[in-house]
């Protein structure tokens, strides 16, 4: 995984902390008729500054994802150079479209839980998720800026995979 110092307070005893939390957002997500991901976003000196579950179902919104939800609410609140000292924590690798939202908002840090294409492993071809095989760390590559990104977490993956399966049901072998 990857680090940077100059994200130092934030340890991967932190980061498991917030990765939990985004859990329970995924959770808080179901409840309410949406997929399940989250997100949070953490200032430079670690605060949580504002959560967001996904609302692309109830909003019938496809860019409702948890992170380009969030993206939008915290570039209009804050600056870039601010958020450039940020940590967006995601239950879930970033999709395609997230990863851009997190690079055109200035995000300096990216912390996700479990990876997209293990994702794709549990859903399969599910026409509610139509995964991109695609890293955040090939996006955010692409650009002009570099954006820190630490996972999947390895431990974590029986607590988000439960989250996935109660959600997507499980595929047939």
């Keep these: 995984m990857d680090q940077n110092p100059a994200f130092g307070f934030f340890t991967v005893e932190r980061d498991r902390e917030y990765l939990h939390r985004t859990i329970s957002l995924a959770e808080s997500a179901v409840a309410h008729g949406n997929t399940p991901f989250g997100a949070l976003l953490a200032g430079p000196d670690g605060q949580v500054l504002m959560g967001q579950e996904n609302v692309e179902r109830t909003g019938h919104d496809c860019t409702g994802h948890a992170e380009t939800a969030l993206m939008r609410r915290a570039s209009s609140r804050f600056s870039r150079e601010f958020l450039a000292g940020c940590s967006l924590y995601t239950s879930v690798e970033p999709c395609a479209m997230c990863a851009g939202a997190i690079y055109w908002s200035g995000i300096g840090r990216v912390v996700f839980g479990m990876s997209e294409r293990h ?18 760390r090939e996006v955010f590559a692409r650009g002009q800026r570099t954006i820190v990104v630490v996972g999947p977490f390895s431990d974590l993956q029986a607590e988000l995979e439960a989250v996935h399966l109660r959600y997507w049901g499980k595929r047939e072998e």
């Design 119 to 136: 994702l794709l492993e549990l859903t399969g071809n599910d026409p509610r998720n139509p995964t991109m095989d695609l890293p955040c």
